[in-house]
């Protein structure tokens, strides 16, 4: 179980990283005219899914275990 918390962080560290570079590069643009600026807009998006819903699993699993141990 404790693998899986560690998996999960790990990912969910890896798509901040990205959506960080890459977002900060799209606050930048005006708008996308070149195939570089597609493909940041693609990493965002690529990393912005994956970071919501290893988010909402971790608060789910935190949510649990604290509930867990206030019920004993």
Known sequence: M??????????LLICALG???SG???ITIESIRTL???LN????????????INAL???RK???MLIKIATH
């Not at 404790?2 to 990912?11: E, P």
């Not at 807009?41 to 919501?52: D, G, H, Y």
């Open 19 to 21: 959506m960080y570079v």
């Open 57 to 59: 699993i971790l608060v």
């Open 41 to 52: 807009a693609m990493t965002f998006f690529t990393c912005f899914f994956p970071f919501v």
């Open 2 to 11: 404790k693998r899986d918390y560690k998996k999960h962080f790990i990912i």
């Open 36 to 38: 570089l600026d597609g």
């Open 24 to 26: 900060k590069n799209l």
């Open 62 to 64: 935190s949510l649990r």
